[in-house]
């Protein structure tokens, strides 16, 4: 079927770098700012730290009429993803946030909007999943929904944040792609965290976005559609194959609007963050917030001679693979960082490494030995230290070549 | 019923690239063309001249498979009863010669298993 409505962007544009102007901004609040400068048709939301502060600031910008969005406080996640569909099928430009459980509890209708294809922005700002209880950063919530059917952009700042909410509307409401899109962010590090974050002029992030015009919408009685219909043994197969389909295809769309977004910004929109990277023997893989610890970490190495590296993807899906095989296939040693476990993965194994390990073996890269390190549950603090541990381990494979345990842990106690 | 046939159903043998993004059915009356027929393990069989066209089945049939005309039950829409049954424990008379078709006593509408040979054109 092809598109009946015009690409709300034109591939190769011409765009002046725009300034930005900073303000001292958490990373919740500055995609509360994202999201008033896009002034979605509607936001339907439920408060959970610690994305509280995400739409608590907007529905304040709601309040104070500075956006004319619909804003619905509903009764669950659930309702509130269940109410995003609705609104999205009649063809609403909607956001909405959550975290953990809020995420959890949407999980049903995660499917259900990545199945109707419907380019919802949810804003996840990553934290524990109880039990035992924990309202502190991990990334047990966003990992568990990573085969949802949406992208998930992963940021490391404030900044990343905001820019990320930006491009996420404009990647999900492509018409070519026409997916939901999670906006993930470390809760409290990065969601409670004051930094200084550049804001571009409202005028020129609406002109970023443009106008939504959805492929069918529900409120046109003058061309009735069902969505969301029975569809059985002799359809469904082939939906989730096209789904999966435009999933596999929506690299070229993430680059093209982190492409533009970046000329606009003048801020690197890479889809790899790479870092010492050129000659690197000793790497690690690591989404988020870390990423700045272990930057941090392989500067001092560097000054002592290490040939150390960081690859910090910003997009996990789709996997960027061959950029990350590209990245560490020279390596010796190469250490993955994850914030969350696979539970029931040979030996416990976070989803990145899964991912990684399986991109290597695919792109028969299979020499570079690779671990896993399982970090930060919980909340639990990644400092400078402990990245030096896990570079040590990785120089001491790279000197033996004894790859030793494959999944290790770091931060924890015993 | 002419009018309801020519309602489109999305069609049957497209291949995965051709079919609609996310399921949306762009094309008003797909339940009238889908056939749901196939379905059926167990075929309703009407003995029309102890029917006593009281409507019932009509009235309770839950897939609108039993067509009328001019104010009278026509037969079955096979091509889209599934067999449920309910024209069946809803039919109130109780025949008094054996059926026409099972040659059972009983109601008028009784229910025989498909043999799979049938087709599922309408009855009559």
Known sequence: MTSNRSRTFVLGEKKEMVESTYLALDGANAVSHAMRQINPDVVAAYPITPQTAVVQNFSQFVADGTVDTEFVPVESEHAAMSACIGASAAGARVMTATSANGLALMWEMLYIASGMRLPIVLTVVNRALSSPLNIHCDHSDSMGARDAGWLQLYAETGQEAYDNTIQALRIAEDSDLLLPVMSCQDGFITGHGVERVGILPDQTVQDFVGQYVANYSLLDVENPVTMGAWDFTDYYFEHKRQQSQAMNESMPIVEAVSAEYEKLSGRPQPIIDTFAMDDAEVAVIVLSSAAGTTRSVVRDLRNKGVKAGVVKPRLFRPFPAQRIVDAIKNCKAVAVLDRAISFGSPDGMGPLFLDVTSALYNAGACDVPVIDFIFGLGGRDMTPPMVESVYDQLMQIRDTGDRGDIVRYVGLRG | ?124
């Open chain 2, 1 to 124: 019923m002419s009018e309801r046939k020519e309602a489109q159903a999305p069609e049957l043998d497209l291949p995965w690239k051709e079919v609609s993004p996310g399921g949306v059915v762009d094309k008003p009356g797909s339940s009238v063309a889908y056939i749901t027929g196939t379905w059926r393990s167990m075929r309703p069989l009407r003995d029309h001249d102890q029917c006593t066209q009281c409507l019932i089945c009509w009235i309770m049939c839950p897939d609108a498979a039993i067509p009328i005309e001019d104010g009278k039950v026509k037969g079955f829409d096979y091509a889209h009863c599934k067999g449920c049954g309910i024209c069946v424990e809803q039919c109130p008379v109780n025949i008094k010669e054996p059926h026409c078709e099972t040659g059972e006593m009983g109601k008028v509408i009784q229910m025989v298993p498909e043999s799979g040979d049938e087709d599922n054109a309408d009855d009559e």
